[in-house]
């Protein structure tokens, strides 16, 4: 199947949908009251509201505002009620829809769409959300609904989006002291803002921030996610087919020109983590602590970013060496193919994607949403909280590397981790091409394995009569 760009039905498609569905459908207005309750077909009153599930993920926080979100949709209605359901993470919530056992309404990542489509899981929200005033086309990022777009059909509902920046210590990387001194800055915007920033000047700032004792400058992960924004930013790419992939890339020559540049600031021993501090403390730790200047991360940091004492921080896109690049996840909020509530679910995913109640989840600091005129509003920037520069998450976006759909991602991450490792972080001179060879070759004994074990029985073998 192949993912396409969701197009808005035509007036006569909808209207039709519409007479189609009306049946299965609930108005959010409430019935006039009656004497008494409206009768079942055993003649029995019928007083206890329709129940409707809702399952999402996240931490205990998250899942505490998502729990908002339903009381105060069961507060405005006496007809149904919903009902939370919890997962520590996407993994589990797509473990249990995948086993059949998915709510009426679901948070699910747009990683897991194919998944989620090839299982027969969904049903669409187009016309659901349509119906119900929800204008997808203008009030919500065209990238995030995008990813939930297959079959010329809207599967899910985009519901947030969260990109990946570089999160800094502003008093450790303290960009007026390094302009006076004429390092290489970012340049301040015409808002007073500093908006984007080249791989030349993110190098600037790590240097500036290690010339002190033990602190160190940044460190970003040694894996595919950590090392993405990079090679797409420098022009490589990180899969060889962003369909069907059957390889990583790194060994291609735009790949090792963008990595080339890259080690030579991820590689440098006086601006990362010495191994003794990484014994001790995770890299996160060691930036609320004040002993690391720079992390990349995404939206969900800002909490506990926020409650770290002594903790003065900003945030700026991912680092540029030809175009601006990043990753990240984009959430989305699922109506399931077995629900029995058709209609009241989709009046619950209406409202959990309106202003107000996507603004009571924006307020938490954990996600930014789809919506955008909440992710526009100060609910989601916080003036007078950090990071001063919120909207950097929002201009990311639109540069989001969406990777290809990776059956066996698990397997593959578990391959060439590894690898990646010693490429960023092992001592010593580096043999680029030889390593990227290698991680090539792991990545392929996941990704196309039949061909690894066909490839020793094409080369010729002696002949024991020569």
Same mark, same amino acid.
């Given at each position: 199947?192949s993912?396409?760009?969701f197009?808005?039905?035509?007036l006569?498609?909808s209207?039709?949908?519409?007479?189609l569905?009306?049946?299965?459908?609930?108005?959010?207005a409430?019935?006039?009251?009656a004497?008494?309750p409206?009768?079942d077909a055993?003649?029995?009153?019928?007083?206890?509201?329709?129940?409707i599930?809702?399952?999402?993920?996240?931490t205990?926080?998250?899942?505490?505002?998502?729990?908002?979100?339903?009381?105060?949709?069961?507060?405005?209605?006496?007809?149904?009620?919903?009902?939370?359901?919890?997962?520590?993470?996407h993994?589990?919530?797509?473990?249990d829809?995948?086993?059949g056992?998915?709510?009426?309404?679901f948070?699910?990542?747009?990683?897991d769409?194919?998944?989620?489509?090839?299982a027969?899981?969904?049903?669409?929200?187009?016309?659901?959300?349509?119906?119900?005033?929800?204008?997808?086309?203008?009030?919500?990022?065209?990238?995030?609904?995008?990813?939930f777009?297959?079959?010329?059909?809207?599967?899910?509902?985009?519901?947030?989006?969260?990109?990946?920046?570089?999160?800094?210590?502003?008093d450790?990387?303290?960009?007026?002291k390094m302009?006076?001194?004429e390092?290489?800055?970012?340049?301040?915007?015409?808002?007073?803002?500093?908006?984007?920033?080249t791989l030349?000047e993110?190098?600037?700032?790590?240097?500036?921030?290690?010339?002190?004792?033990?602190?160190?400058?940044?460190?970003i992960?040694?894996?595919?996610?950590?090392?993405t924004p990079?090679i797409?930013?420098?022009?490589?790419q990180?899969?060889?087919?962003?369909?069907?992939?059957?390889?990583?890339?790194?060994?291609?020559?735009?790949?090792?020109?963008?990595l080339?540049?890259?080690?030579?600031?991820?590689?440098?021993?006086?601006?990362?983590?010495?191994?003794?501090?990484?014994?001790?403390?995770?890299?996160?730790?060691?930036?609320?602590?004040?002993e690391?200047?720079?992390?990349?991360?995404?939206?969900?940091?800002?909490?506990?970013?926020?409650?770290?004492?002594d903790?003065?921080?900003?945030?700026?896109?991912m680092?540029?060496i030809?175009?601006?690049?990043?990753?990240?996840?984009?959430?989305?909020?699922?109506?399931?193919?077995?629900?029995?509530?058709? /209609?009241?679910?989709?009046d619950?995913?209406?409202?959990?994607?309106? %202003?107000? *109640?996507?603004? &009571? !989840?924006? $307020?938490?600091?954990?996600i930014?949403?789809?919506?955008?005129?909440?992710?526009?509003?100060?609910?989601f920037?916080?003036?007078?909280?950090?990071?001063?520069?919120?909207?950097?998450?929002?201009?990311?976006?639109?540069?989001?590397?969406?990777?290809?759909?990776?059956?066996?991602?698990e397997?593959?991450?578990?391959a060439?981790?590894?690898?990646?490792?010693?490429?960023?972080?092992?001592? /010593?001179?580096l043999?680029?091409?030889?390593?990227t060879?290698?991680? %090539?070759q *792991?990545?392929? &004994? !996941?990704? $196309?394995?039949e061909?690894?074990?066909e490839?020793?029985?094409?080369?010729?073998s002696?002949?024991?009569?020569?």
């Amino acid at each position: 199947m192949s993912r396409l760009s969701f197009r808005r039905r035509t007036l006569a498609a909808s209207v039709l949908a519409l007479a189609l569905t009306t049946a299965a459908c609930t108005s959010d207005a409430e019935p006039a009251p009656a004497p008494s309750p409206s009768p079942d077909a055993t003649g029995q009153p019928v007083e206890k509201p329709r129940k409707i599930t809702f399952g999402a993920y996240g931490t205990e926080e998250e899942v505490a505002a998502f729990q908002s979100v339903v009381d105060s949709f069961n507060a405005t209605s006496t007809t149904r009620q919903v009902t939370l359901r919890s997962w520590p993470d996407h993994e589990s919530a797509l473990q249990d829809v995948l086993a059949g056992n998915a709510p009426d309404a679901f948070l699910t990542s747009s990683i897991d769409l194919d998944q989620l489509v090839e299982a027969d899981a969904l049903q669409p929200v187009s016309l659901l959300l349509d119906e119900r005033g929800v204008d997808f086309g203008d009030r919500f990022s065209r990238d995030a609904v995008d990813a939930f777009a297959m079959d010329d059909e809207l599967q899910c509902m985009a519901y947030s989006v969260s990109p990946m920046v570089v999160y800094y210590n502003t008093d450790i990387v303290d960009f007026d002291k390094m302009e006076r001194r004429e390092l290489d800055v970012p340049t301040v915007s015409d808002e007073g803002v500093r908006e984007r920033w080249t791989l030349a000047e993110f190098g600037a700032a790590a240097e500036f921030a290690s010339r002190r004792g033990d602190r160190r400058g940044v460190w970003i992960d040694p894996t595919l996610q950590g090392l993405t924004p990079f090679i797409h930013s420098g022009g490589g790419q990180v899969f060889d087919d962003d369909e069907e992939p059957t390889s990583l890339a790194f060994s291609d020559e735009s790949t090792r020109e963008a990595l080339g540049e890259t080690l030579a600031i991820l590689r440098n021993a006086a601006l990362t983590p010495t191994n003794a501090q990484l014994a001790r403390a995770t890299p996160v730790q060691l930036f609320k602590r004040g002993e690391l200047a720079m992390i990349a991360g995404f939206r969900n940091l800002v909490p506990e970013l926020r409650d770290a004492e002594d903790l003065d921080f900003d945030v700026l896109p991912m680092p540029t060496i030809e175009d601006r690049a990043t990753v990240g996840d984009i959430s989305g909020l699922c109506l399931s193919a077995g629900s029995e509530n058709v /209609g009241d679910a989709a009046d619950f995913i209406a409202y959990a994607v309106s %202003d107000a *109640a996507i603004a &009571t !989840v924006a $307020s938490t600091g954990y996600i930014v949403p789809a919506n955008t005129s909440v992710a526009a509003s100060d609910d989601f920037l916080a003036p007078g909280l950090e990071p001063a520069n919120a909207a950097a998450f929002n201009s990311s976006i639109r540069y989001m590397v969406v990777p290809p759909f990776v059956d066996q991602r698990e397997e593959l991450v578990e391959a060439v981790t590894p690898l990646l490792e010693r490429l960023v972080t092992a001592p /010593g001179v580096l043999d680029l091409e030889e390593t990227t060879e290698q991680i %090539d070759q *792991a990545s392929r &004994t !996941v990704l $196309s394995p039949e061909e690894e074990t066909e490839s020793p029985t094409e080369e010729p073998s002696e002949s024991p009569s020569e």
